[in-house]
């Protein structure tokens, strides 16, 4: 039985590394062509706004997770879409979905929320050699109108959310998220309206 669910997880997680490793001619990333993966449309952010207080809390106590780098796009390739769909699923796999009582924001958890799901891709992706400035937290409201937080990855591709509500990584504007706030490049304590 163990084996028989191990087999069955790896099967899925090289389907999903297929379908998005695929080159953007074929369909590439979340079914996107080649047309609409280089002229996507990039967020545009506006003024300064409040970084979420849970957040300010989790930088105090973990600063190394809120480090910013000189580097605020990644340089997207096969490899790189590889590595954050499989991040995306991974994590999505490993942290059982629970809604906290308290506002609590961490990284690596067994259960937890969606910032939580956030923080974890974020730092997976950066102890895997990506930017820290260009994996960014953001705030939206689902269509549900509830509060949600997702991991935008910025490239020279365009913005890509990395969800806990799927397994599918999307560019920002293919999403069925109301964009709210995302935090700086230059300052994760600085937060900007998505206009």
């Known amino acids: 039985m163990k084996l028989t669910k191990k087999f ?5 997680a090289m389907s999903i590394a297929a379908a998005v490793v695929q080159p953007a001619e074929a369909g590439g990333l979340a079914g996107f062509n080649r047309q609409s993966l280089t002229t996507a449309k990039r967020m545009q952010e506006g003024r300064n706004v409040m970084a979420p207080f ?10 190394a997770d809120c480090r910013v780098s000189r580097e605020q796009t990644v340089a997207w390739s096969g490899s790189v879409n590889a590595l954050i769909a499989r991040t995306n699923w991974q994590v999505n796999s490993r942290i059982r979905p ?3 009582r308290s506002d609590t924001w961490r990284a690596d958890v067994s259960s937890g929320d969606c910032e939580d799901f956030a923080l974890t891709k974020r730092r997976h992706l950066i102890k895997a050699g990506l930017p820290s400035s260009a994996l960014r937290i953001a705030v939206a409201k689902t269509p549900s109108g509830e509060g949600h937080a997702v991991l935008v990855v910025k490239t020279t591709r365009g913005d890509f959310v990395l969800d806990n509500r799927t397994n599918s990584v ?6 069925d998220l109301r964009w709210e706030k995302i935090a700086s490049a230059e300052n994760p304590y600085i937060w900007r309206k998505i206009v």
């Not at 999307?170 to 999403?175: E, G, P, V, Y």
């Open 98 to 100: 629970t809604n906290e």
């Open 54 to 63: 849970a957040f300010i809390r989790f930088c105090t106590a973990s600063p």
């Open 8 to 12: 069955g997880a790896l099967i899925a």
């Open 170 to 175: 999307k560019l920002w504007q293919r999403t």
